[in-house]
């Protein structure tokens, strides 16, 4: 009954149906599985999907102990929509600390992928066929990208639809900014 102005009166029907219909549907999301296990430190996934329904999956981790902490490497993963490749080192550093991965498609089918080297205060740059960036041979060698400081870090890539390249990084030290 409204005791407004109105004095309506209002009616509403439900029908109880069965108890499980009471509470959301389970999720649609699988259970996490553990894709790597390593006693070695992992750090920075990224993680790219491709139309090809293949998913690309880089990190840095730990490789040995070098004399100012550990070198560390860039690994890499793909999904080809069954199965998990194995990792994959594709890039070593033994004497610095290769971090903060950041990964692209391009229109061609490149995979494109920065990183940190904090070690010289670098970013580089290197990229593989998609398709085929679960073999080594596939990578092309690194190069460094010219920076405007001697340090940078936390790279991030992005491509445009035209194919341009856009890699943006912190420079973490206040002078000449």
């Known amino acids: 009954c409204d005791s407004g ?30 894709l790597i296990s390593s006693q070695n430190r992992i750090d920075s996934p990224v993680l790219v999907a491709g139309e090809d329904e293949i998913v690309h999956v880089l990190w840095s981790q730990a490789t040995s102990v070098a004399r100012d902490g550990d070198a560390t490497s860039i ?17 070593e550093s ?6 903060q ?5 391009d229109k061609d089918g490149r995979l494109l992928v920065v990183w940190s080297d904090s070690q010289s205060g ?4 290197s990229w593989a066929n998609a398709a085929r960036a679960g073999r080594p041979a596939e ?22 639809d035209s194919g341009t390249i856009f890699v943006t990084y912190a420079v973490p030290i206040n002078e000449g900014r």
């Open 75 to 91: 690994l890499y993963m793909g999904w080809d929509g069954e199965r998990w490749s194995q990792p994959l080192t594709i890039f």
């Open 101 to 105: 991965p950041s990964a692209a498609l």
């Open 139 to 160: 990578w092309v060698d690194p190069i460094s990208l010219p920076i405007t400081q001697t340090t940078a870090v936390s790279p991030t890539i992005l491509v445009d």
């Open 94 to 99: 033994p004497n610095g600390n290769f971090s």
């Open 5 to 34: 102005e109105g004095a309506d009166i209002w009616f509403t029907r439900r029908e109880l149906s069965d108890i499980p219909f009471w509470y959301a549907s389970p999720s649609d999301w699988i259970d996490p599985k553990e």
């Open 122 to 125: 670098d970013i580089l740059f």
